[in-house]
């Protein structure tokens, strides 16, 4: 149950927060509280002694929520051992070929081979690598308008959501296409005046855009750019990092579409990073894709197979479907905001502006519900997949609750949280 006993963030965690805002260089807190480990299902509790009902799973990485007695267990087993971090590629344990294994199950036929990494961006890393590797010499690689594929130098080229992730570095030559309808057209467009298949080394695209502002692709454009890519042998990437792992309703958000691409990437709900593809893409040569880390860690390994486990035993596809269904049914009826959408459990709307749309999400969390924005004035809401309808319900009564304070004419927030999250005006 959510609880709020102190103002958020509370006196310990503002502590906290305020030292981490002063000494870590990549200071980028999206929840204004410090875990304090509590919590069970999609509660979480703060070392204030608050309860928060998460509506993010941060980021869509903690799909099962706070702890799962079959994931505490699981630890457990795992506790007596030392080192638990194995250094990846280079030395074998069996997590390592269990999870392969496990992801080539829920792969489409013919995906038998998979690489594993630590992050999103590096699985996306990857997947553009094995591709350059397969076609070399090509110039350009393509991606969509508001796509954001993450932060290493080769992720942030394809990455085109918000200028301050790119600011002052150095890019791989990309061509963009738009994420609508005329995407075909203009992919025929670029091939006819801008460059020949040959030199294009690959497309990647999110099916539902994630950090973008959870844009769902339509249908038109996903069939129009597959089959060009496949006319043309450009190999076509679905970047799953946020949309994997069963959060849309299957397994991958592609399946929504009839269609398989040539590689996709995963991460976050996994645990690791991963690559997975048909073993012919990857190159041969031992050594050209690897890492000292790279998805080795075995505890790690562990949780993402007993998370897939649990995902199958638990049929939480259907469930996230489900629950997606009854989630967007009800965002329909709630005023003041606009364009619910969503597939399964990755879910999002917009609000009148971008400070109100921060407004909303710093007063839920003064509400204790945790919920972020995407893209320029949307909010999503991604909660673990063990949600139930109580629950859903309560976030629903608490943002229709903040949205309808946060879009008063003059309202503004005030108080310590906003000098951690934004508050409807720039953080400091
Ligand atoms: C679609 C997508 N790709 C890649 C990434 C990068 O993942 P990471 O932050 O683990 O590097 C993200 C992260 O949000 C993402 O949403």
Redesign the pocket.
Known sequence: MISTKTTIPGPKSLRILKALKEKNGGWAVSYPLVFSGGGNGPYCEDIDGNTFLDFASQ??SNPLGYNDPEMLELVKFYSPCFPIKYAGQDFATKEHLDMLEELIKIAPKGFNSAFLIN??????ENAIKICMRKRPGTKFGISMQSG?????LG?LSLTNSNKVHKKGYMRLPMLRLPFDDTAGEEFERLLRSEATPEEIGFLII?HVQ??GGYNIAPQKMISEIRAIAKENGIPYIS?????GMGRTGKWWAFEHYGIIPDVF?A??ALQV?AVVAPKNMFPKEPGAISSTWGGGHVLDLAIGIKTIEIIKKEKMLESNRKMGGYILNRLKDIKNLSNPRGLGLMLAFDIIDHASRDNVVAECAKRGLLVLGCGTRGIRLIPPYVVVKEDVDKALEILEAAIKTCTKRGFNHSGSICDFIHCGKTLS
Do not use: C, L
């Open positions: 980021i869509a992050s999103g961006a590096e699985a996306v954001w594929h993450g932060r290493t992720a999110e994630g950090e970047d799953e990092v946020q949309t990437s991460a976050k990073g």
